[in-house]
């Protein structure tokens, strides 16, 4: 746990370069299969397969920001604890209802806002409304939300996936870990190309569902036909 914790360090803070050398905790195959979860994220990871990348994203939300919350909040002597039920908390139940981390991946970082906005002394005032208002917006687009958070997701660990698997055989990798514009511009990119593909390519629920029934209803209507055909046949014959 300590050294997850030290990996995601850099997301509690604005440090696009520790952001991108997270990549460096991963090996080789590591990379390989990061690359996999990542395309997959970012291209099929807004509806059912949501709930893949809602478990580890509220997993990693715990990480990174339920120890600095619970400081805050005053429960400093139980950070461990907190994040470790965080942590094991938000995994579950983004596996098993997703809007949750959805509350959470909006409702954080609008609370934030709202407690840096409010000031030190009135922090909690600042971030309660923020926090709820932010996560209840999340929620309620939680559709669109999904496709574009998973897109998102999946490229990001897409670019980290492909940096780790270069690294030992280029020295380019560092090069281009140290220019965090290249590697956001990116992973920027391929965000915007799996959102687009989500919501405007792949269709939508509503009409995955109708051309399943539409194809079931042509395959029984095919299955009606042949046996009327068959029948008639049968009939013909008996008429010879």
Known sequence: MEQLQSAFEPYRHLDPVGWIGVFRFLPVWG????????????????????RLVAGPLGALIATVWAGPLAARLGFGASIRQITLVATIGLLGAGLLWPP???????????????????????????????FFLGGAAGVVMHRLVGSIL?????AWVLVLGLLSTLSP?????????????????????????GAVFQIFVRPSEEEATARRLEKAIAK?????????????????????
Do not use: C, H
């Open 100 to 130: 949750i981390v959805v509350f959470f991946a909006f409702g954080v970082p609008a609370g934030l806002v709202g407690g840096q906005i409010a000031g030190p002394n009135d922090w909690l005032l600042g971030f309660g409304p923020g």
């Open 220 to 240: 029984k209507r095919a299955k009606e036909q042949k046996a009327t055909e068959e029948r008639w046949a049968k009939y013909n014959n008996s008429k010879k």
């Open 169 to 193: 055989f280029t020295t380019g990798v560092n090069w281009l870990a140290s220019n965090p514009v290249a590697v956001l511009s990116v992973a920027g990119v391929f965000a915007a190309g």
């Open 31 to 50: 990379g390989l299969v990061a690359i996999a979860v990542g395309v997959l994220m970012m291209l099929f990871g807004g509806r059912q397969l949501f």
């Open 150 to 154: 998973s897109a998102a997701v999946g």
